[in-house]
């Protein structure tokens, strides 16, 4: 009898097959904290979306403005033709309300903003004030040809209507005329907001919540006239115009080096340096669904398709650079795992599975400290304060495992690689699978290579004599 021969448990937990499956059990249990990361990722973002929200509603808002237009009140007039045996037919006359509502001939948008950063905590957001004018002309007479024999308007009850996301952010109207005479505001866009949504921040809103300005034209008169309106306003984190106008010209600028042009329209003409930016649009009423003049009653139209504008982007969004950054944390996480299993061999020495596991940990730790890091510091100084620390970790620990500094810096080498391949990752958004999945041929490839000559049942068929 072989007393003497190690149980089968023993025998097997000495081979190479019981260390691969091994690490990926441990791959599989690392996925719960990297999980509890990412959701922690997620809470943060929103907790600074609630602090960016809170000074947006105390500071103004983001700026969405679309107009000027003329609303004009008339009636229709139509005869109603009721028969009865007494008196035969008779005739009344029925007079429904509608409102006639024109578009500029020409509209220039001229916005020119200061920015500044307020914070709330650690959590800050881009705000920016400044002057917003509004000028051009109208020319009310193809609208009112329009009009049907039976329809009548009432232009001395005409008014100027401007729609804006929020009222909040204006400071001061400096200018308003209407053909040389001075126009008077008051607060309300007369049921006309023209959009529906928030610019395409994600969050949309019924037309109901959004406000504006108006006045009244008591000089309006069937030709054209020109308008000027130069607003001191403020908002936050974008701009949005609604272009209105049969031919519209917009001019953005301010001192903000990091614009995202958005919406239905980009710029013909743009110029962005370090520290400031400036826009030029061009778009003509053939671009897009707005009608010149329309008749309204009751059914009110919204065109939000046709908003464009800018984004105050942030150069870099931690937040969304930390997302991506555990999303591939499941790939990198096996390379100090493979590391070490490739040292164990090479070295001929047995390393037990707790540093294994603390192998592990301390990858996912990396993500931690990158996550806690970035709240404070700039997201790329504390990814390399981040990966020189867990590398050094990873270098020292394994010098502790080997007998020798001879294999045990292949860890800080292999660990430096994958943290420079992720910073590629991270900074290539357009090219990150391709980049990864190279990286993740490399790496398969290199292992093959150096484990082609391995005997894998050496371990066990040395444990069975």
Do not use: C
């Not at 947006?56 to 139509?78: F, N, Y």
């Not at 669904?289 to 984004?311: A, C, H, M």
């Not at 599975?353 to 400290?369: E, H, K, Q, R, T």
Request: without cysteine; proline residues 4%.
């Amino acid at each position: 009898m072989n007393n003497d021969r190690p149980p089968f448990f023993k025998k097997f937990t000495r081979g190479y097959t019981f260390k691969v499956l091994l690490l990926v059990a441990l791959v599989l249990l690392l996925l719960i904290p990297l999980n509890m990361i990412r959701g922690l990722v997620d809470d943060r973002e929103h907790t600074a979306n609630s602090a960016e929200a809170d000074i947006m509603e105390a500071w103004g808002s983001q700026l969405v403005a679309a107009g000027p237009i003329v609303i004009i009140p008339g009636t229709r007039t139509e005869e109603i033709r009721t028969k009865t045996e007494k008196e035969g037919e008779k005739i009344e006359l029925a007079k429904n309300p509608f409102t006639l509502a024109i578009s500029p001939q020409k509209l220039n948008i001229e916005a020119a903003f200061k920015t500044e950063t307020r914070k709330r905590g650690i959590f800050s957001v881009p705000l920016f004030s400044g002057t917003l004018r509004l000028s051009g002309a109208f020319d009310p007479a193809p609208a009112l040809s329009g009009l049907a024999a039976n329809e009548a308007v009432y232009l001395n009850q005409a008014e100027l209507v401007i729609a804006l996301s929020s009222q909040k952010g204006i400071r001061k109207i400096n200018t308003s005329t209407w053909d040389g005479e001075d126009l008077f505001f008051k607060p309300g866009n007369r049921g006309y907001s023209l959009f529906s949504g928030q610019g395409g921040s994600g969050r949309s809103r019924t037309g109901e919540g959004i406000g504006g300005i108006y006045a009244g034209i008591s000089q309006f008169q069937n030709r054209a006239a020109a308008f000027d309106i130069s607003i001191e306003i403020r908002g936050g984190q974008y701009i949005r115009f609604l272009p209105v106008g049969q031919d519209t010209h917009a001019a953005v600028s301010a001192d903000w080096g990091a614009p995202s042009f958005q919406g239905a329209y980009l710029p013909g003409e743009s110029a962005v340096g370090d520290t400031d930016f400036s826009a030029l649009w061009d778009i003509n009423y053939l671009s897009r669904d707005i009608p010149l003049f329309w008749k309204d009653y009751g059914e009110r139209q919204t065109y939000s398709g046709s908003l464009f504008g800018v984004n105050f982007f942030r150069a870099v969004d931690a937040y969304a650079l930390n997302t991506r950054a555990v999303k591939y944390a499941v790939l990198f996480l096996t390379i100090p795992f493979l590391t070490l299993f490739l040292l164990e061999i090479f070295t001929k020495k047995r390393i037990h599975p707790a540093p294994y596991l603390l192998s592990g940990i301390a990858n996912a730790v990396f993500y931690l400290l990158l996550l806690s890091l970035s709240e404070q510091i700039p997201f790329y100084t504390a990814y390399l304060i981040a990966a020189l620390a867990v590398t050094a970790m990873m270098t020292l620990y394994s010098r502790s495992l080997l007998p020798s500094w001879n294999k045990s810096w292949y860890m800080g080498l292999t660990v430096s690689i994958s943290y420079i391949l992720l910073y590629a990752v991270l900074n290539a958004q357009s090219y990150a699978l391709l980049i990864g999945s190279i990286g993740t041929f490399v790496v398969l490839a290199l292992i093959m290579f150096l484990t082609r000559k391995l005997d894998w049942y050496r371990e066990e068929s040395e444990s069975e004599k």
